[in-house]
C-alpha cells in the first residue's frame, strides 16, 4: 500500500515516520523549505518511545502525481482549502484520511473529492515541532482512530488498519 502524508509537521511526521521505519511506503507531500529540510537533515523524531531519524521520500505541490492508496491529511483547519490544493493531484483512486479535530472539514472534502473518498478520521497523541524541524513527542501515547464513513471504504480501511499496524498503530478493539 502506497501512502501519502501531507505534510511532516508535528502528526503527519511522527505517524509518517513510524510507517516509514517500519517499511512502509510512504511519501511526504510539503512544502519547498521543508522538503529542503528533510533531504539536508531527514525526518528526526525525539519520542519517549524511541527516536527516530531517517531520510524520507518527499513531493511537492507541483511535483504530486497520481497513484497512492491512502492520504493522511494531518493539516491546521485555517489551511484545508490550500491541503485540499495540494492533495488534488494525488486524490484520485485514493482514500483521504484526515487527522483533524472537529468535523467540519468533512463538508470540504466531501466537496472536494466526493464522500466515497473521504474517510473519518482523528489523532491521539501530543507532538510539536521544534523551530529546527525536529518533531518532539510529548507523551507516551500515539494513535489514530479512523473508519469508513461509506461502505464502499470498509476494505480500503481494513488494509489500511493492516499497515498502521506495522508501525505500532494498532486499531481500537471493539
Known amino acids: 500500500m502506497r501512502i501519502l502524508v501531507l505534510g511532516a509537521g508535528g502528526i503527519g511526521g511522527y505517524f509518517g515516520g513510524r510507517l516509514a521505519a517500519a517499511g512502509v511506503d510512504v511519501t511526504f507531500l510539503v512544502r519547498p523549505r521543508r522538503a529542503e529540510q528533510l533531504a539536508r537533515d531527514g525526518l528526526v523524531i525525539k519520542s519517549p518511545l524511541g527516536d527516530l531519524a531517517i531520510p524520507v521520500t518527499t513531493v511537492t505541490k507541483e511535483t504530486a502525481t497520481p497513484g497512492y492508496d ?6 491546521k483547519a485555517y489551511d484545508l482549502a490550500d491541503s485540499i490544493a495540494s492533495i488534488r493531484p494525488s486524490a484520485p483512486g485514493a482514500l483521504i484520511v484526515p487527522l483533524l479535530n472537529g468535523l467540519l472539514h468533512l463538508d470540504a472534502l466531501d466537496a472536494a473529492f466526493g464522500p466515497d473518498a473521504v474517510a473519518g478520521g482523528v489523532a491521539l497523541i501530543g507532538i510539536t515541532l521544534d523551530p529546527d524541524g525536529t518533531i518532539r513527542h510529548l507523551n ?4 489514530f482512530v479512523f473508519g469508513e464513513r461509506v461502505a464502499s471504504q470498509r476494505a480500503t480501511c481494513a488494509a489500511l488498519a493492516e499497515v498502521l499496524a506495522k508501525g505500532g498503530f494498532a486499531p481500537p478493539q471493539p
Open 70 to 75: 491512502a492520504i493522511l491529511l494531518s493539516c
Open 140 to 143: 507516551t501515547a500515539q494513535g
